[in-house]
């Protein structure tokens, strides 16, 4: 026997589904506060000291928050070509504006507070506010566009043709989806500096933490009421099997209105995702009006683990459906790596990752603690 024949073409299909969501929901746990502090920037921290304050909250963690945004690219490029191939070529323009973004953050960390001159300051402060404010928009809008489908189609050779630009993905669905994605960062913000913070910016990030919870409570109740009277789903209707080889125009799919629930209807056990989603928003505004630190943190992370786990569950198996013709629509049985591919990558993550869960906690262990206004002012020459 081969050695990859070990586990079936179609569990490694159904592995590596699960482990892309996870490296999402790694993202959005980590780096997600890291953009809600950003985008928190202006409203928690009025003097220089203050900003002093909730950057340094995240700044000797952000780096290593943002390994799960590369091993979630990485797993995209070998996992799932035609999705690497259909979303970083029909969603250029956008990941561009997100990794200028991106680059705006260290770049703000290392050189803000190089000058005592207050403008200089300010405007980097500006740009450490855009650069946790437009990732979190545009990986919601993101979302936004693949649950109403985007518009590409395969050639009968495979390949990629996008018909779409980049302002027609900031459609009103979307837009919405993208400030339930800021809501649910700037939560987990207010959370961290909850937790992380003192004195006043820790009071002002509960408060307006606080109101983004409330936000994401009602936004993600709007967004699927949404998704359930105006946005068509998918679903197969026929010629695909889960252990087939790539090539997603041998499938017939069909378009309604229910789809994107009917995932929930044949496994009623799928409704803990957004009941997670929804009670972790609340335990997380409670928490924040109560002064319950730790526990705010752990419910805000359920809230984000529900909302993400959501859209995975009532997707499955489309992982991005075309708008423009339907049968190209790319789904965990038919848009995969070759067998040996996933199961190779499986054997590379099975030891890998749990070296980088374990290198991840020992930084939180060692650099633990929180930040005030004493901090900084001690340790002047060593903080951002």
């Not at 997707?315 to 013709?325: A, K, Q, V």
């Not at 990558?345 to 749990?354: D, E, G, K, N, R």
Request: charged fraction near 15%; hydrophobic fraction near 55%.
């Amino acid at each position: 026997m081969i050695l990859f024949e070990l586990i079936s073409y179609d569990t490694l299909k159904v592995i590596w589904w699960v482990l892309l969501g996870v490296l999402l929901i790694g993202l959005a746990v980590t780096d997600g506060f890291d953009m809600g502090v950003a985008t928190l920037l202006p409203f928690v921290a009025k003097t220089d000291i203050e900003r002093r304050v909730a950057i340094n909250t995240i700044g000797p963690v952000w780096e290593g928050n943002q390994v799960w945004l590369i091993l979630g690219g990485g797993a995209i490029f070998a996992a799932w070509p035609p999705l690497y191939a259909v979303s970083f070529s029909g969603f250029y323009l956008a990941m561009f504006v997100v990794l200028a973004a991106l680059i705006l953050r260290p770049v703000g960390f290392k050189y803000r507070s190089k000058r005592p001159d207050a403008k200089w300051r300010r405007n980097w402060d500006i740009a450490l506010f855009v650069g946790g404010f437009v990732p979190a928009l545009i990986f919601g809008v993101a979302v936004g566009n693949v649950l109403q489908g985007v518009p590409f189609r395969l050639t009968e050779d495979l390949r990629t043709i996008y018909e779409g630009s980049f302002f027609g993905l900031l459609n009103p669905f979307a837009l919405l989806c993208g400030l339930l994605s800021v809501a649910m960062m700037v939560m987990h913000g207010g959370a961290w500096l909850a937790i992380k913070s003192g004195g006043i910016v820790s009071e002002r990030g509960r408060r307006y933490g606080s109101y983004a919870a409330l936000a994401v409570i009602l936004l993600f109740a709007l967004n699927g009421l949404i998704l359930w009277l105006a946005v068509k789903g998918y679903r197969i209707v026929d010629g695909i099997t889960p252990n087939m080889a790539s090539n997603p125009l041998l499938k017939t799919v069909a378009r309604d209105g229910a789809s994107w629930f009917s995932n929930y209807t044949a496994h009623p056990w799928m409704t803990i995702a957004p009941a997670l989603g929804f009670a972790g928003a609340a335990g997380a505004f409670i928490g924040l009006r109560g002064k319950s630190e730790l526990v705010t943190f752990v419910f805000s992370k359920l809230s984000v683990f529900g909302i993400i786990s959501t859209v995975g569950l009532s997707m499955f198996p489309f992982i991005l459906p075309s708008s423009i013709d339907p049968k190209s629509s790319l789904t965990v049985w038919d848009s995969a790596s070759s067998h040996a591919t996933l199961f190779n990558m499986l054997v590379a993550t099975v030891i890998f990752l749990p070296i980088v869960l374990a290198y991840t906690a020992w930084v939180y262990r060692v650099l633990w603690g929180k930040v005030d206004e004493r901090t900084i002012q001690r340790e002047e020459h060593t903080m951002y």
